[in-house]
């Protein structure tokens, strides 16, 4: 039949949303230690999806994801607003969106960020979720509940959608702790969390496993920096 030729049938094609010529250099050199193809494949990203990059940084997914989910498609990506004024931002940002028309960044403190309910088909949370415990009087990060952030995520995903959620392995212990000493996080918490907030636990990949890492160095440390030990869940809300 002519369904099996149908695009729709296939799924789109990650590795051509990967391979955009135009994105940025520095970009590009991480695409080898994240492997965003194989990523949003594994997480189920759809043509036409309403999208959603929590704490965005640079847009590096935001840019990718809104090439995998089209016209029809859109990304918002979140980003605190201390983040967003410098110049090196302002410019990342505006070859992102001149790139992607439908990629919007928008400016918000992670609490305060409500999406519509029922509206979001997919939630990226990208190396991020560890900042929910984070706190930083340099960086201006106030102190915020998970919880909350969760809850108003859950309330913004539509029934059935999904929640993408890599991070860097940290060792058990007093997480907020732990996140302010390495910028890691125990996968446990990060399970039951997301658990506790009404998601179901869809899938997990061990495409980034690395038994060599030393969960007590931080990440940002050379030794280790773009070799963590990374965790890759899939969450889904019921439904």
Do not use: C
């Amino acid at each position: 039949s002519s369904a099996a030729t149908n695009s729709a049938e296939t799924g789109p094609d990650f590795e051509a949303a990967v391979s955009d010529p135009g994105r940025d250099e520095a970009d590009i050199k991480l695409d080898d230690s994240r492997k965003p193809a194989e990523v949003l494949a594994f997480m189920g990203l759809e043509s036409g999806d309403t999208v959603v990059d929590l704490f965005a940084g640079g847009g590096y997914y935001s840019e990718i994801m809104g090439r995998v989910v089209g016209p029809e498609g859109s990304v918002t990506a979140v980003n605190p607003p201390q983040f967003t004024t410098s110049e090196q931002s302002k410019a990342k940002w505006a070859g992102v969106t001149e790139r992607q028309p439908n990629v919007k960044m928008v400016p918000s403190q992670l609490p305060d960020y409500k999406p519509a309910p029922d509206s979001i088909d997919f939630a990226m949370l990208h190396l991020i979720y560890h900042d929910f415990y984070w706190e930083s009087e340099e960086y201006k990060f106030e102190k915020m509940d998970p919880a909350a952030v969760l809850s108003n995520l859950f309330a913004g995903m539509k029934p059935g959608g999904i929640v993408a959620v890599i991070d860097h392995v940290g060792s058990p212990g007093d997480t907020r702790a732990v996140v302010e000493k390495t910028h890691r996080i125990d996968p446990a918490t990060v399970r039951s969390d997301f658990l506790k907030a009404g998601f179901v636990l869809d899938g997990e990949s061990d495409m980034f496993a690395n038994p060599d890492d030393d969960l007590e160095l931080n990440v940002f440390d050379p030794a280790v920096r773009g070799q963590t030990d990374r965790f890759v869940m899939r969450f889904r809300k019921p439904g």
